[in-house]
């Protein structure tokens, strides 16, 4: 059978997100075989610059659909899992370009990333989770990073993060979020019109001076849980943090509402 050569190099979706090539052509395969439980996009598509910088997606898997990564022969991945050479993923228009299909983002292990820049997730609708647990260099979101994610029930934080800055998750579908003990910072309306979060959980909340902004918590949802893991002393568990909430950062509170400690 007569076949064009360039489609008889294609890459598969592995559990470990490692790219490897292959000689059966995309007709026969791709990330959504029956034994692949991860279906990440492969490193490929990616356009890393010299400086280890994420500038988005190559413009063959955006705009060629001769090319072998082209990114409707992916369709059945649904994650992105950013190399670990990155050290800063940066906007470049990154959050419309993201294939429709997309629903989890998370960074390969001993990730080097310490900076996304504001907005460069902004709007990506079909996001579900991320995952930035391998990022342990990364200790600001910054400005609307993940703001307008309609979809995002789900993150996990880096466990050095020091700071969540204005707008970074506003307007999405969190039920819940964690927070690590060396959170010092949360700025104005980081959490705003997240109606769906109705679980807080802090570990040693008080184990760093804290600050908060305006009304990070304003227009979550009326019900929810607040817990502090171990506390760092009784003036700090989840009864006073629940109290402070409500007085400093618009957790809801007042008639119809019904916000608890855990």
Known sequence: ????KKLLKSILCIASGVAIATSIPFATTGCGSAIIESK???????????????????????????SPIYKDNFKNCDTMEIPANVK?????????????YIKNLTFAKNSQL???NSCAFQNCSSLTSVDLSNCNSLKIILDSNFRDCESLSSVILPSNLTTIKV?????????SITFPS???????????DC??????????????NFTIGNNPFRNISSKGTITVI??????????ALLAYLKTNAGLPSGEGTDWKSV
């Not at 800063?88 to 429709?100: Q, R, Y």
């Not at 707008?167 to 039920?175: C, I, S």
């Not at 171990?230 to 009864?239: A, F, L, R, W």
């Open 167 to 175: 707008n970074a998750f506003r307007e999405t579908a969190l039920t």
């Open 230 to 239: 171990d506390p760092i002393d009784q003036n700090h568990n989840s009864e």
């Open 114 to 116: 310490s900076s996304i």
């Open 88 to 100: 800063e993923v940066i906007h470049t228009g990154l959050n419309t370009a993201i294939p429709s």
């Open 40 to 66: 990440i996009l492969p490193y490929d598509v990616y356009n890393i610059d010299t400086n280890n910088m994420f500038q988005g997606f190559k413009n063959e898997f955006l705009n060629d659909s001769a």
């Open 195 to 208: 109606s769906n979060l109705s679980s807080i959980t802090w570990n040693k909340w008080g184990n760093v």
């Open 1 to 4: 059978m007569n076949m064009n």
């Open 182 to 192: 060396t959170l010092q910072t949360i700025e104005n309306a980081s959490f705003d």
